[in-house]
């Protein structure tokens, strides 16, 4: 493994309500020194979560992206709330994005969004067990909940409003921990 | 298909070098209304690249990411310059990152990275057919070739150094493709 280049230097360069840039200058192990910006999140992490409708189906659901302004095909996810678990956190997120709680949760991975530019990540989680249970969230307007069989995901990942590099992972993350060939570490209450 | 919101107001909040915050006001169809931020990207797009080495395994980088501050296994990508065409800008990566060029590209999808937060997006190619050529990269080290068994990605997903969402997804979709399963589409020189 190669030795980590030295941090030289790092202060704020940009700030808005929702993101901060951060600037650093690096030295690398063979002397080449660079200046580096990336964002730093601010809150208390994400999650997002992929939950078993039934043996046969996952829960998508259908939201307005400010960043791509279009609707897209996606997994439920959202910020956690300070003092709150992993596990409430993805909770919460599916009684306000789905209509359901669960009973079993599996964490799965931590995912990076750019690791170049970015310092966040978002917890990627399983779930299943479901029972019927609504919390008002913030959305705007209600989401939709659009089942989809997870022996189709091949055609989800052709469709046009279904781009998210995230939920796509996470899925396929999902199918390997289905499958048997990915670890997962249950969430207990 | 629901209605799009409409767009009231927007303007520049933040800028750095790299980094882009653009504000926006919207009227949701049922009249809610919300301020939204999200990054708006420079430049003319970025590629990222699924390359088999040969029909077993698919080519990975080691590279630093400044975002994390640590060394993560990932696939070749980078921006595409200015006039350059999607093949051209490919090609270009894998002879700068991993010191092959390839006679065979697919586009198979453009990934988004966060919908709700940045409009930018990155192109995803599938790539084969490879011959030993080495161009000289903008990196500040010379970045390690990583062979991965196509048949082990389960465990390279298992793995800690191993996070981008992104890059994740381009595996899967290059599995889907290479299984039947997703269409793509030849780059044509």
Request: with cysteine; glycine share 10%.
């Amino acid at each position: 493994m190669q030795k980590k280049p030295q941090i030289l230097e790092r202060h704020l360069v940009a700030q808005s309500r929702l993101f901060r840039v951060e600037s650093f200058d690096l030295r690398f192990s063979n002397g080449v020194e660079r200046t580096y910006e990336r964002l730093v999140p601010g809150g208390n992490g994400a999650v997002m979560v992929v939950a078993l409708l039934d043996d046969e189906h996952v829960a998508l659901i259908r939201e307005y992206g400010g960043g791509i302004e279009d609707y897209t095909l996606t997994l439920p996810k959202g910020a956690i709330d300070l003092g709150e678990s992993l596990r409430d956190a993805c909770n919460r997120e599916l009684q306000e994005e789905i209509g359901f709680g669960a009973h079993e949760f599996v964490y799965l991975k931590k995912l990076s969004l750019s690791p170049s530019y970015m310092s966040g990540g978002i917890d990627v989680v399983f779930a299943r067990n479901l029972y019927p249970s609504q919390l008002e969230g913030d959305e705007p307007e209600p989401l939709e909940l659009v089942p989809w069989k997870l022996a189709e995901l091949h055609e989800l990942y052709g469709r046009a409003d279904c781009t998210e590099g995230r939920a796509i992972a996470a899925l396929a993350l999902a199918q390997e921990y289905l499958a048997g060939r990915f670890q997962g570490e249950v969430l207990e209450p």
